[in-house]
């Protein structure tokens, strides 16, 4: 990862800042969220999971930018957090409506899966605190330019929930790069966030837009034909029969089109049951394509949030010189 310049970590504060909703997630365990009578909560959101990897994991200072109601859903997100890691003093606190009519909290009702039975998740998302944020809430010059950040990340499911995120997704990759903060995005395409505000027009219409800004830029195979428009060829209709030269002919693509990618890196997953994968990745940078090695049959116990943790990992190579 010799083309990116980050910054000395005894001139910023933060290693990494994150920029996302975090919602209550709620695990029905072995049962069906139609059928249980119980649920177990955890924390999670695209974004926040990456800077939640790097703590949790590495050990290194992360910090969430996010929007939460004061109620006491809001201050159980806050309590899990605190169990996570991620600092939250740039936690914008909204105030609570009475009954969650104008704002509220996010909740994701999620099935693990196992077997034969595939994951499953169904989002009550709509009117959260974090999708009203807009331009000019958060002072970013103060965390890029006061606090200090090696590391931005941001990404489509931010940008994909309300008209307004996406300008202040873009306000805030413009501040990091004036500070000489490397940016990355996780296309994360998902058909149901973009589908009441333009579908899959208006998502590859924003995120052509925001990749501009992008130094590092991650997605699988399915995000960068959906949001960006580059098509990779030989396909299966699983997504998982990828010839690693058809990626690299997309991803040149790409980079003729976007010169600032310096990194582009992605997950290669084929899911044979939810308890079997097989993994691998690909990374391009530098001109060079670098495979790992493709892990067959690698048992899994919760696939979701798997490609955030992809990303977590990578960035953690990339700021401890391991490139």
């Given at each position: 990862?010799?083309?990116?310049?980050?910054?000395?970590?005894?001139?910023?504060?933060?290693?990494?800042?994150?920029?996302?909703?975090?919602?209550?997630?709620?695990?029905?365990?072995?049962?069906?969220?139609?059928?249980?009578?119980?649920?177990?909560?955890?924390?999670?959101?695209?974004?926040?999971?990456?800077?939640?990897?790097?703590?949790?994991c590495f050990g290194l200072d992360t910090a969430i930018v996010t929007a939460l109601v004061d109620n006491p859903v809001g201050r159980l997100v806050e309590d899990l957090m605190f169990q996570g890691g991620v600092d939250q003093s740039h936690v914008r606190w909204t105030k609570d409506d009475g009954v969650g009519r104008t704002v509220r909290n996010g909740l994701n009702f999620t099935e693990r899966g196992f077997g034969v039975r595939?994951?499953?998740?169904?989002?009550?998302?709509?009117?959260?605190?974090?999708?009203?944020?807009?331009?000019?809430?958060?002072?970013?010059?103060?965390?890029?330019g006061g606090e200090g950040a090696r590391w931005f990340h941001t990404g489509g499911i931010f940008a994909a929930l309300?008209?307004?995120?996406?300008?202040?997704?873009?306000e805030a990759m413009a501040a990091a790069r004036r500070h000489g903060t490397v940016v990355?995005?996780?296309?994360n395409y998902r058909a149901s966030l973009w589908k009441s505000i333009g579908g899959q027009k208006r998502a590859r219409e924003v995120n052509r837009e925001l990749a501009s800004y992008v130094d590092v830029m991650l997605g699988n195979e399915e995000d960068f034909t959906a949001a960006l428009g580059f098509e990779v060829e030989g396909l299966d209709h699983n997504l998982s029969a990828l010839?690693?030269?058809?990626?690299?002919?997309?991803?040149?693509?790409?980079?003729?089109?976007?010169p600032n990618?310096?990194?582009?890196?992605t997950t290669l997953r084929n899911a044979k049951t939810a308890t079997?994968?097989?993994?691998?990745?690909?990374?391009?940078?530098?001109?060079?394509?670098?495979?790992?090695?493709?892990?067959?049959?690698l048992?899994?116990?919760?696939?979701?949030?798997?490609?955030?943790?992809?990303?977590s990992g990578l960035i953690y190579g990339c700021l401890a010189g391991k490139g």
């Open positions: 990862m010799s083309e990116l310049a980050i910054k000395p970590k005894s001139s910023c504060r933060w290693d990494l800042v994150s920029l996302g909703e975090v919602m209550l997630r709620l695990d029905p365990g072995d049962g069906r969220i139609a059928t249980t009578r119980s649920f177990r909560a955890w924390e999670g959101g695209g974004e926040y999971n990456v800077a939640r990897g790097l703590k949790r595939a994951a499953l998740g169904c989002s009550d998302r709509g009117h959260t605190a974090v999708s009203q944020l807009r331009p000019g809430d958060i002072d970013w010059e103060a965390i890029f309300s008209d307004t995120t996406p300008a202040v997704a873009k990355s995005y996780d296309l010839d690693v030269t058809n990626f690299r002919r997309m991803i040149e693509r790409a980079v003729q089109e976007y990618f310096k990194v582009v890196a079997f994968n097989d993994w691998g990745a690909v990374c391009f940078s530098g001109g060079d394509l670098l495979v790992a090695p493709n892990r067959e049959n048992e899994i116990y919760d696939r979701v949030g798997g490609g955030d943790s992809f990303a």
